[in-house]
């Protein structure tokens, strides 16, 4: 049911592209954060855009965002591989490193004024692609050697620096905004999204953790205009 769902959604997407002209078109860029409900991780980072009119007050937006890493550090615990090693159970500094790239795309319905024009409200759905990556690196104190050690998990881990684990993660929502027209060509726009976030890949379980199931996002933006 899921991929039904999705395959719906992109099924969609790809007849809208069709429809749009690109006798104008905008781009630009600006600052972007993402949270999720109960999940402590906040990012912030950048985006960059295109913007297709369809009419005077219909759209297609397609955008990258790029979060800076989010690093999260804490105590956890570890044992002895051998049992003549000593301390046979201790503690080390945990410090995870989670990455984020989207792309999102989806229609915009302009209201009070057209897409170029003055003061507006834009409203619409979107879809987005989410990839994410995670790695860990465990840090003993004491002089220990990290490589006597491991995790007290199951199946336990080694406490050497692991190489990145990717997740493909898929969402869908909607997205409120408003736009400025400049006196000059160009535009400034905020806008707020609300999305669901699935797992297509993710074993390193990031949604739920890093990522929560309902998400948020803030961006800000210049739109130049080309005609």
Same mark, same amino acid.
């Given at each position: ?6 395959? =719906? ?18 781009? =630009?860029?600006g600052l #972007?954060s ?10 912030? =980072?950048?985006?960059a $855009? ?5 009419? *005077? ?12 890493p ?6 956890g !615990? ?11 159970? *201790? ?7 989670t990455? +984020?790239f ?7 319905? +302009? $209201?009070?004024? !057209?897409?170029d024009?003055?003061?507006?409200i $834009?409203?619409?759905p ?12 465990y840090?003993?104190a004491? =002089? ?6 491991? *995790?007290t ?13 990717? #997740? ?21 726009l $905020?806008?707020?999204?609300?999305e669901?976030v699935t ?7 990031i ?10 996002s803030f ?6 205009d080309?005609?």
């Open positions: 049911m899921g991929k039904k769902l999705i395959i =719906g959604f992109i099924s969609i997407f790809l007849a809208s592209v069709g429809n749009y002209s690109l006798a104008q078109f905008s781009a =630009g860029g #972007s993402f949270h999720g409900l109960n999940t402590p991780v906040n990012r912030l =980072g950048f985006n $855009f295109v913007e297709i009119p369809k009419a *005077t007050d219909a759209t297609l937006f397609i955008r990258a965002s790029l979060m800076l989010d690093k999260l550090e804490q105590i !615990d570890i044992e002895a591989k051998d049992i003549t090693t000593q301390p046979s159970k *201790t503690t080390a500094e945990l410090v995870t490193k990455s +984020y989207a792309v999102d795309g989806g229609t915009r319905n +302009y $209201f009070i004024n !057209d897409y024009v003055g003061l507006s $834009f409203a619409g979107h879809i987005k692609g989410i990839l994410a990556s995670y790695s860990s690196d840090r003993v004491g =002089g220990l050697n990290p490589d006597d050690y491991q *995790t998990d199951f199946p336990a881990q080694e406490l050497n620096s692991s190489t990145p684990i990717y #997740s493909l993660l898929f969402a869908f929502g909607g997205t409120v905004g408003v736009k400025y027209q400049l006196p000059y060509r160009g535009a400034l $905020f806008d707020v999204g609300v669901l797992r297509l890949h993710d074993p390193s379980a949604l739920g953790n890093e990522i929560a199931p309902l998400s948020f961006n800000l933006g210049y739109r130049f080309w005609y």
